[in-house]
């Protein structure tokens, strides 16, 4: 039997073809997973945002002398949400609102009393848990982001995948001086 | 929304940096969560496996990506390996199913013929088709002469072929027919029940659980509780969609927060890698295993009639899922050599003429009947089990390296893994879903898991009661299951050295004593765990006492609950806690292995060295019992054929 030349022709330029739809979408599917995993940590958030009200209020009445570390930690808040869409002045409110609430922990060790009531400990879990879910939220979408670029920059696919509008997402990185602090207590 | 980047340069405070962002990008070093939890929470029971200094140095290990890759890589076997089970069932299936389906087509063939000729052409077929059978019995009756490999290789095909359809139809309808009704059954059987928000610990697994399914990117799965006196937890469901994960309340109890988030990763870990589809279509395979032998036995039985009569009326009327786990139960049950059936069709009492003509006839039916379910017993036991149990291995071991990357933590995971080895894991219930454990349920010899029975039950509970004060209320409140949870954690207490709780202990044993002397035999006196810890001789052979006792109490129950997955396999689904160790340390988990060293493989060597030939023997002879039975089986069927092709020829004639 014989094979025409343009016969193999059309067959290889349709499995191309193909293959390139394929890579197309599978790029997309990625792309989507890291905008989702994006907006994830927005939404963890403002889960922490709603949690701090209950958390002041609860722990009030225990701590009169404390009265500081609240307003520090009901002003990071209003900050944070006032920020809006402003990312510079969201991003470091966020941070703010972090190290605040971190000295408000700090405080309630020193009040054994306060650390048995189960309601706040309650609380404390749930901001527990917030933190988590924040640093698991980035750490997800590192992880997407590192599956999206290299799927992106490995051999045949690097060839077109710019052509096509994919460009490599950025993952978090730390600020310079951050890092420093923590080499230091490792 | 902004662009990430610039995101990124300022939302990491020196917080988040502690806790992980530094990790994420370095993939390796792994911060634990739990620098950010308050004292108050860290219950700090996980200090004991990791010098802190030394917590997160790198080692000579493997990446847990590389560990997912290696590990992926068996998974395709896995699936190839069910339809090659669901084909090689299908040929013992066809020494029946084929003269069957041969017989109803001659004979509806002959009905039409009747009314409306039919071809010649379809008789000549016909004939060849019986004709295979004729070459195969000389075949198979004088070797030495060379058959026509053609003829033979068609004459299989016609004889297995009806067989391995039917076997691929049944295993995917099973499949199909028990994705549909969902966990809700299998959740009944274990007694769980929706964890508690507002108690600290419950809701702390409900955290943990929402945290690892954002760490894994899935939707959260529902979790429940079991209140058992075994520390285990297991991911269940058909797909990562309906999936549940069920904790013990123990586990619970004894693991800190990050021992809780390794154990939970693993499962969520194992549903992102798509576990519980694997596991389903396992189970599935066992399940037309068991399904196939109940239509073997039928001809026989009621009782495997009752089994069948129930698949397919839950197939038709699907009675909910409580029907779906009782159904999916009698067929993994169902796997192995039941002859009860058949010892009740040929020896019932009564020896009539009439009964021994009928036994005559159906003799070749039951020595075909025999061959079969031998060839289904072996197989499922001595190849697809323990080939099924290695390969689920690998899914262990992937879900381990997953725990890993989603907590960047794998002392966690190790550290509770370690724990759980040292405590019982068997959950009542459970026996059917034992591959879908993070530990193995089954792992009972150093433990006292014996359930007393209901007198006894409310006996206990009412000691307990009585020494907890919350008798003069309402005495009827305390059942013994809440007390069994009371009594494990007051346990804790006292061994920590909390005096109250002690006292409580002593006070219930001596309830339990003034009532009934003879049960407190078989519960062991809290002086005695005192007097053990301190190095008293009596105490410690009294303890050893008692638990032998239990021990007994125990086998027997154990014998009565024996069924499905565990007993399909001689070997079991889970790797040894000591290698998942070994692989965790790989990836930077600080395992102390010195004391774990001990003598025992050199025993186990010596065993399998004296053993092995035997055992190697014992499966040739059983090979050879197959062959034979196999042999019998394909004679009888090539009889048939034959019968039936003189049948037809004589029809044929007219």
């Known amino acids: 039997m014989q094979i025409s030349p343009a016969v193999i022709i059309i067959v290889v330029s349709v499995a191309l073809l193909i293959w390139i739809i394929a890579s197309f979408n599978g790029l997309v599917a990625l792309r989507n997973r890291v905008r989702n995993a994006w907006a994830e940590i927005d939404v963890q958030l403002k889960r922490r945002h709603d949690l701090i009200p209950n958390l002041v209020e609860t722990v009030r009445g225990y701590m009169q002398h404390e009265r500081s570390v609240f307003e520090n930690v009901t002003q990071a808040r209003a900050q944070a949400i006032a920020a809006g869409g402003d990312v510079l002045q969201r991003s470091a409110a966020e941070s703010m609102l972090t190290a605040t609430l971190g000295r408000l922990f700090a405080t309630v060790e020193n009040y054994p009393q306060l650390r048995a009531v189960e309601n706040v400990q309650i609380l404390q879990e749930q901001l527990t848990s917030t933190e988590n879910r924040i640093a698991f939220a980035r750490q997800f979408y590192n992880d997407e982001v590192m599956k999206y670029n290299t799927r992106q920059s490995t051999f045949p696919r690097n060839v077109f995948a710019g052509l096509l509008g994919f460009s490599p997402a950025a993952m978090f990185t730390a600020l310079d001086e951050d890092r420093a602090n923590v080499q230091v207590k490792v | ?319 909910g899922a409580k029907e779906a786990a009782a159904v999916a139960d009698l067929l993994a049950r169902n796997v192995g050599l039941d002859t009860d059936d058949i010892d009740q069709f040929f020896d019932s009492g009564k020896r009539s003429r009439i009964r021994s003509i009928r036994n005559f006839i159906f003799f070749p039916i039951f020595f075909t009947n025999m061959a079969m379910k031998l060839c289904l017993w072996f197989f499922s036991t001595a190849v697809l089990g323990p080939s099924v149990a290695l390969l689920w291995r690998t899914r262990q071991y992937l879900a381990d390296a997953s725990a890993v990357q989603l907590t960047r933590n794998p002392d966690g995971l190790a550290s509770a893994l370690q724990k759980l080895n040292e405590e019982p894991g068997d959950i009542p219930g459970g026996d059917w879903a034992s591959h879908l454990f993070v530990v193995s349920p089954k792992r009972s010899d150093h433990q006292i898991s014996a359930v007393p029975d209901k007198g006894h039950q409310q006996l206990l509970a009412k000691a307990w009661a009585t020494a907890s004060g919350q008798d003069s209320m309402q005495p009827a409140a305390m059942d013994f299951r809440t007390a069994q949870v009371q009594l494990a954690s007051t346990f804790r207490a006292a061994m920590a050295g909390d005096a109250q709780a002690v006292a409580r202990l002593r006070a219930a044993y001596q309830a339990v004593a003034a009532s009934d002397p003879g049960l407190a035999a078989q519960i062991p006196n809290p002086d005695d765990f005192f007097g053990a810890r301190q190095g008293d001789a009596a105490a410690i052979a009294r303890l050893r006492s008692v638990r032998g006792v239990a021990r007994d109490t125990s086998a027997r129950q154990k014998v009565e609950a024996e069924s499905s997955m565990s007993s399909v396999s001689m070997l079991g689904f889970h790797p040894s806690v000591k290698r998942r160790l070994k692989r965790l340390a790989r990836m930077g988990a600080h395992v102390d292995f010195a004391a774990q060293k001990s003598r025992a493989w050199i025993v186990v060597l010596v065993l399998s060295i004296i053993l092995s030939p035997l055992f190697l023997l014992l499966i040739a002879l059983f090979l050879f019992l197959i062959a034979i039975m196999t042999m019998a089986s394909v004679a009888f069927l090539v009889i048939w054929l034959t019968v039936i092709h003189n049948v037809f020829m004589l029809v044929g004639h007219h």
């Open chain 2, 1 to 319: 929304m902004g662009k990430p980047e610039v995101w990124a340069k300022h939302i990491c405070s020196a917080h988040d940096l502690k806790c992980r962002v530094n990790a994420v990008l370095s993939f390796y070093a792994s911060p634990s969560l739990g620098d950010f939890t308050p004292s108050v929470l860290s219950v700090s029971e996980s200090a004991q496996l990791s010098v802190a200094g030394q917590r997160y140095l790198p080692r000579d290990r493997e990446s847990f990506l590389d560990a997912q890759q290696r590990n992926r890589r068996a998974t395709w076997r896995i699936s190839v390996l069910c339809v090659v089970a669901a084909v090689v069932m299908g040929i013992p299936l066809a020494l029946i199913i084929t003269p069957l389906l041969y017989a109803v087509v001659l004979i509806s063939a002959d009905v039409i013929n009747y009314f409306s000729p039919l071809p010649q052409e379809f008789w000549q077929i016909a004939a060849e088709f019986a004709r295979f059978g004729k070459v195969g019995l000389t075949w198979i009756l004088q070797p030495k002469t060379a058959a026509d490999p053609q003829a033979l290789a068609i004459g299989l095909a016609v004889m297995l072929l009806p067989g391995i359809v039917l076997s691929i139809a049944l295993w995917l309808s099973i499949d199909v027919l028990f994705r549909r009704s969902g966990v809700g059954g299998a959740l009944l059987a274990l007694n769980a029940r929706e964890p508690n928000q507002n108690q600290l610990k419950e809701l702390q697994l409900v955290d943990v659980v929402q945290e690892m399914a954002i760490a894994a990117g899935i939707t959260s799965p529902r979790v429940m509780l079991i209140d058992s006196a075994g520390a285990n937890a297991a991911a269940i469901g058909s797909s990562a969609t309906d999936a549940r994960i069920v904790v013990s309340r123990r586990l619970l109890d004894d693991l800190s927060r990050d021992e809780l988030e390794g154990i939970l990763a693993h499962l969520i870990g194992s549903i992102g890698n798509g576990d519980l589809r694997i596991a389903f279509r396992i189970t599935a395979v066992f399940e037309t295993c068991g399904l196939l032998v109940a239509i073997v036995n039928s001809p026989f039985g009621p009782r495997s009639r009752g089994v069948l009569w129930r698949i397919i009326r839950y197939g038709f009327v699907s009675g």
